[in-house]
């Protein structure tokens, strides 16, 4: 049976290795605060030392960190995956970073003798519970054929999108898109309060149109009720932002819309929400 790694127990990682282990694989896990790797341990996962030790121990090994500096971490250093993969030995990167961090990790495990792919999600915290992620998969598509069985474990529809560096950026718009929307949503619903109309008939008479989405289905009563508890920490949806206008810069396309959302998002991380969800960007709309 393939041995996987997995590094990063987050919000995000926790969930997906424990699909891993309940579909029964063989999974080794690391994560810097070694006390989130106990529940996983409970159910079967062996704890790795140090991330050199789980790429040397795995056939693939997955991560899903922070941000670009916390992937690079991970990959980076006399105790990163970089010093312990090699024999073409699989590293799967999931973290949201932009492209050219992504690029940076797979020149560094290539030469290292290990192949490489990107594989950032979408879907918050209950779709990696239900293992019906979007895996957004680019890089070595043996790598790709080899962790199919993980990917149809951890979610519902993994396109490979093709050179490393096409899922970070498909990562990228489609969280813009999201952190816009959102931010709109937030504004919609102040708006809607503040003009003493009722917030459960501006949600229904959205919900009924055509705008509807799952997204304002599940944030639309916790903006109501003001209840913030964390599926996707604030702080990382404003990386995110950060990266697409990033990107655009580079790309000498105007972004004005997600500029301004970013913004939003900057100032509700600056008032100390950061770790609280991402529906917190309307405590500082309302
Ligand atoms: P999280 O709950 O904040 O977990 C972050 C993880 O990164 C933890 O395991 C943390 O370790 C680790 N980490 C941070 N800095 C590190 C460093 N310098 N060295 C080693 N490990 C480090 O985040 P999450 O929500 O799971 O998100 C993880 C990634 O998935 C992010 O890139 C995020 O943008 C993306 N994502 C999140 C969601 C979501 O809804 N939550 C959805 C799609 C994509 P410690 O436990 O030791 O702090």
């Known amino acids: 049976m ?3 790694g997995f590094i990063g127990l987050g919000i995000m990682g926790n ?19 070694p006390d989130k790797c106990t529940e996983l341990v409970n159910q079967g996962a062996h704890q790795g ?7 040397t121990h795995c056939d693939v090994t997955f991560t899903i960190v922070s941000d670009p500096a916390a992937a690079m971490a991970i990959c980076n250093g006399p105790e990163g995956v970089a ?22 990790i797979a020149t560094t495990i290539i030469e290292a003798g290990g192949r490489f792919l990107e ?13 019906t992620l979007i895996i957004l998969a680019a890089g070595d598509k043996s790598v790709y054929d080899e962790a199919l069985p993980a990917f149809e474990v951890m979610g519902k529809m993994s396109p490979y999108l093709g050179e490393v560096g096409q899922g970070a950026k498909m990562k990228l718009v489609l969280n813009m ?56 920490p604030l702080k990382h949806m404003q990386k995110d932002m950060r990266l697409a206008v990033d990107l655009g810069d580079k790309l000498n396309l105007t972004l004005p819309t997600a500029a301004i959302a970013n913004e939003s998002f900057k100032q509700a991380r600056k008032a100390g929400a950061g770790d609280e969800d991402i529906a917190a960007i309307y405590k500082i709309i309302k």
């Open 2 to 4: 393939k041995k996987f």
């Open 15 to 33: 969930a997906m290795a424990l699909n891993l282990l309940k579909a029964g694989f063989d999974v080794t896990v690391w994560n810097r605060n």
């Open 49 to 55: 030392k140090s991330p050199k030790e789980v790429a």
């Open 83 to 104: 010093a312990g993969i090699g024999d073409g030995r699989c590293y799967i990167d999931m973290s949201t970073v932009d492209d050219a961090t992504s690029q940076s």
């Open 119 to 131: 594989a950032p999600v979408s879907g918050t915290k209950k779709p990696a519970e239900d293992g």
């Open 177 to 232: 898109v999201m952190g816009g929307m959102l931010s709109i949503f937030s504004e919609g619903l102040s708006l809607g309060l503040k003009a003493d109309l009722d917030g459960q008939q501006i949600l229904d008479i959205l919900d009924a149109g055509a705008m509807a989405n799952p997204m304002f289905k599940v944030k639309g009563p916790m903006l109501l009720d003001e209840n913030y508890t964390t599926s996707f």
